[in-house]
């Protein structure tokens, strides 16, 4: 028996089945640019500036970021006063530790947002272009019409990417990671110019260092560099596995590049793949991180449920047209606008789900999960926009209402229960008013507003309809958060509270000790309260001992307790188990008071 092979068969089951969009010329005209522009600025300076740096991992990184800066500090190893920072990364510490230096003028913590800024702008930017070649490659084509007037490609391909855009900042779990100093950050940044350099490769040669294969190797050795070098390795292994399978059966009579550049291109994916392996493999990044939900059924039962929850509301909206993408585009599953954000999502969600960082790794699903999302519009029916823009407009206004009642109360007292609400969950705070803030957020509610009226009056045949007002609501809703609740949420988020109680307990000028304090407290110490820490041992000898309260039973271990005198608890307003000892060094020739030795709790 003999079995033949036909390529062009073969490319024909593969690789050109029959497209499911369909959209005349009418549907695919651009979003304006300066409405695009205005909501990427509306959404990503809001929570970098105007803020100190929040707990946990905010104000931890930031701390290493300060101590690279010290003429001792060991690049290669960052540490916190001699701790580990719980994430293997170095790009991100050295981003911040850079823009320390280079800008001494600057508020530390405000210098090392600015490199961030640039990483969130820019994992919005190479979403834009990796959906635009997505959207170019013949598969992803709308039927053409008997008669004429389907999209152009070009003129398809950027309503595309602006609806993957809108997609990617209505997402619910983009806001507050995205605007921390953190790795999570930088992996998002550095995934998204990955994403961009597999899908733009079909329109530039691999050797064309200017192009995709610049922001390829910057992405994946970014990417390893961020803590994450096991994603990189997969996510360059089902590039090359995605270029091969389009190199072998693409259609090289629609295809830009020849069979030949192809092959340069699964070259150059392998190649820097291994080498980023070797890198990391050199830098001694490689970790065991699997970490499988509960022991016990009881608990892995718990712990898949917490999982489910995080998948449904962080990657809102757009896992459910992702989903509706598999099943309209599912005889298209191999083609490279499906496979390759497939790839890509289902790394992210797979590190989500088998490691403890799971809403820090679920973020790196959320541009290739806008593209999936993007290429569900074209075969959304009209009831089905409809239904979105409902509900969108419904949670949204009712969250920005919310937002704007709770301010009102806060500064005037009225409605009485949420001023008592803020006052039980923030004891202590006092609300201050700032007129920046307030106008910025009434000119963000008079925008919405506009934009309601603006998406269902001159707009309603444009693809990326139905994206508007999620777009529109979700900037809306972190803009007033940003704004009108800022200096609540400092207070509750922020260590500076805690921090200059201990201070004004201690002497300036004094060193102090620190014994089971976490790095997110070390950093704030140092920050907040210009402390200068040293870890507790037998040769240190500073008058002060700052004691993390759950610590307190391991304590004996550490120091001899009859040379320290209790003083303080000092409590976080917000938090009643985050608590600090604080204690002052006497002669062991005149020990504490019996009444004295020993913490009240």
Same mark, same amino acid.
């Given at each position: 028996m003999s079995f033949s092979f036909s390529p062009l068969h073969d490319h024909q089951s593969v690789l050109n089945k029959p497209s499911p969009a369909i959209i005349a010329q009418s549907a695919v005209r651009r979003l304006p640019r300066l409405v695009l522009l205005l909501f990427c600025a509306a959404y990503i300076l809001p929570g970098f500036l105007g803020r100190?740096?929040?707990?946990?991992?905010?104000?931890?990184?930031?701390?290493?970021?300060?101590?690279?800066?010290?003429?001792? %500090?060991?690049?290669? *190893?960052?540490?916190? &006063? $001699?701790?580990?920072? @719980?994430?293997?990364? =170095? /790009?991100?510490?050295?981003?911040?530790?850079?823009?320390?230096?280079?800008?001494?003028?600057?508020?530390?913590?405000?210098?090392?947002?600015?490199?961030?800024?640039?990483?969130?702008?820019?994992?919005?930017?190479?979403t834009w272009y990796a959906i635009y070649y997505l959207a170019r490659s013949p598969q992803a084509q709308p039927v053409a019409f008997a008669f004429g007037g389907e999209a152009a490609p070009v003129d398809y391909a950027r309503a595309m990417a602006d609806a993957g855009l809108l997609a990617l900042i209505a997402s619910l779990g983009l806001a507050q990671f995205s605007h921390e100093t953190t790795p999570a950050l930088a992996q998002l940044?550095?995934?998204?110019?990955?994403?961009?350099?597999?899908?733009?490769?079909?329109?530039?040669? %691999?050797?064309?260092? *200017?192009?995709?294969? &610049? $922001?390829?190797?910057? @992405?994946?050795?970014? =990417? /390893?560099?961020?803590?994450?070098?096991?994603?990189?390795?997969?996510?360059?292994a089902g590039g090359t596995l995605v270029e091969w399978i389009h190199m072998r059966w693409g259609n090289n009579e629609t295809d830009t590049i020849s069979r030949k550049q192809s092959w340069h291109w699964v070259l150059l994916i392998a190649g820097i793949t291994l080498g980023v392996s070797v890198l990391a493999y050199g830098l001694d990044l490689w970790r065991w991180r699997i970490h499988l939900p509960g022991a016990d059924?009881?608990?892995?039962?718990?712990?898949?449920?917490?999982?489910?929850?995080?998948?449904?509301?962080?990657?809102?909206?757009?896992?459910?047209?992702?989903?509706?993408?598999?099943w309209r585009w599912r005889r298209q599953l191999a083609s490279r606008h499906v496979a390759l954000p497939l790839w890509f999502a289902g790394m992210a969600v797979t590190a989500a789900l088998t490691t403890t960082a799971s809403d820090r790794s679920l973020l790196l699903s959320l541009p290739p999960l806008a593209a999936l999302a993007a290429f569900a519009l074209p075969t959304l029916q009209r009831s089905v926009a409809s239904l979105i823009d409902w509900f969108t407009l419904l949670f949204f206004t009712g969250c920005a209402i919310i937002i704007w009642v709770v301010w009102i109360a806060m500064q005037t007292g009225v409605p009485q229960q949420p001023a008592a609400n803020v006052a039980k969950l923030a004891p202590g705070f006092e609300p201050s008013f700032s007129w920046f803030a307030f106008l910025a957020a009434v000119a963000a509610t008079l925008a919405w507003t506009w934009l309601v009226k603006w998406r269902t009056g001159?707009?309603?045949?444009?693809?990326?309809?139905?994206?508007?007002?999620?777009?529109?609501?979700?900037?809306?809703?972190?803009?007033?958060?940003?704004?009108?609740?800022?200096?609540l949420l400092d207070y509750a988020r922020s260590?500076?509270?805690?921090?200059?109680?201990?201070?004004?307990?201690?002497?300036?000028?004094?060193?102090?000790?620190?014994?089971?304090?976490?790095?997110?407290?070390?950093?704030?110490?140092?920050?907040?309260g210009r402390l200068e820490l040293r870890q507790a041992k037998a040769q240190t000898s500073c008058p002060y001992l700052i004691v993390d309260v759950n610590a307190q039973s391991a304590l004996s271990k550490a120091v001899n307790l009859p040379d320290w005198a209790f003083q303080a608890t000092v409590r976080k307003p917000t938090d009643k188990t985050e608590n600090m000892l604080v204690f002052k060094r006497v002669s062991i020739d005149s020990p504490a008071s019996p009444a004295s030795d020993q913490p009240r709790q």
């Open positions: 100190g740096p929040w707990k946990n991992e905010d104000i931890a990184a930031f701390g290493v970021m300060r101590e690279l800066t010290s003429a001792a %500090a060991n690049w290669l *190893q960052p540490q916190l &006063l $001699g701790q580990v920072t @719980g994430f293997d990364a =170095l /790009a991100p510490y050295w981003l911040g530790a850079i823009a320390i230096k280079l800008l001494p003028f600057l508020d530390p913590a405000f210098a090392v947002r600015i490199p961030f800024i640039v990483l969130l702008a820019l994992t919005l930017l190479a940044g550095f995934t998204a110019l990955t994403f961009y350099a597999m899908a733009a490769s079909p329109y530039r040669h %691999a050797t064309n260092i *200017q192009g995709p294969a &610049l $922001g390829l190797l910057i @992405g994946l050795v970014g =990417l /390893a560099l961020s803590g994450a070098p096991t994603l990189s390795l997969l996510l360059g059924d009881q608990s892995a039962w718990n712990d898949w449920q917490s999982l489910g929850r995080l998948l449904l509301w962080f990657t809102w909206p757009t896992w459910p047209l992702a989903l509706w993408t598999l001159a707009q309603r045949a444009a693809i990326w309809k139905s994206l508007v007002l999620p777009a529109g609501g979700a900037t809306l809703c972190w803009l007033l958060l940003m704004t009108l609740w800022l200096p260590l500076a509270p805690l921090s200059r109680q201990v201070a004004s307990l201690v002497d300036k000028n004094a060193c102090v000790e620190i014994f089971g304090v976490g790095s997110a407290q070390v950093a704030a110490l140092q920050y907040h």
